[in-house]
C-alpha cells in the first residue's frame, strides 16, 4: 500500500525558512519521479517542484524558483522540500505527491505571517 506522510509544516515569519519532509512507503521509491504541491484557501493546487528518481533533474515554477529546493535521500524513501525566504503568499496546505500511483500525502500546513 502506497503511503506518503509529510512533516515540517509550522508558522514562520515573511523572509524566515522551513523543510518539509515526506516519507514515502509501499513502493519502490528510488526511480519514480516525486512531486511537491501546494494548496491555499479558495484556490486551485499549484505544483512547486518535481524531482527525478536520482535527484539529478528538479523543476520548479516562477513563483518559487530561487527560494524552493526539492531533493531526495533514496536511502531513506524521503523527499524534501526547503523552502526559503518565504512570503505571506507561500501559505497553503503543502501535498507530496506519485505521479506514478497517483497517490497523495494528508498534506502538512505551511502559514507565513508576522
Known amino acids: 500500500q502506497v503511503q506518503l506522510v509529510e512533516s515540517g509544516g509550522g508558522l514562520v515569519q515573511p523572509g524566515g525558512s522551513l523543510r518539509l519532509s515526506c516519507a514515502a512507503s509501499?513502493?519502490?521509491?528510488?526511480?519514480?519521479?516525486m512531486r511537491w504541491y501546494r494548496q491555499a484557501p479558495g484556490k486551485e493546487r499549484e505544483l512547486v517542484a518535481t524531482i527525478t528518481g536520482d535527484g539529478g533533474s528538479t523543476i520548479y515554477p516562477d513563483s518559487v524558483k530561487g527560494r524552493f529546493t526539492i531533493s531526495r535521500d533514496n536511502a531513506k524513501n524521503t523527499v524534501y522540500l526547503q523552502m526559503n525566504s518565504l512570503k505571506p503568499e507561500d501559505t497553503a496546505v503543502y501535498f507530496c505527491?506519485?505521479?506514478?500511483?497517483?497517490?497523495w500525502g494528508q498534506g502538512t500546513q505551511v502559514t507565513v505571517s508576522s
Open positions: 505527491y506519485s505521479p506514478v500511483f497517483g497517490s
Open positions: 509501499g513502493f519502490f521509491f528510488s526511480n519514480k519521479v
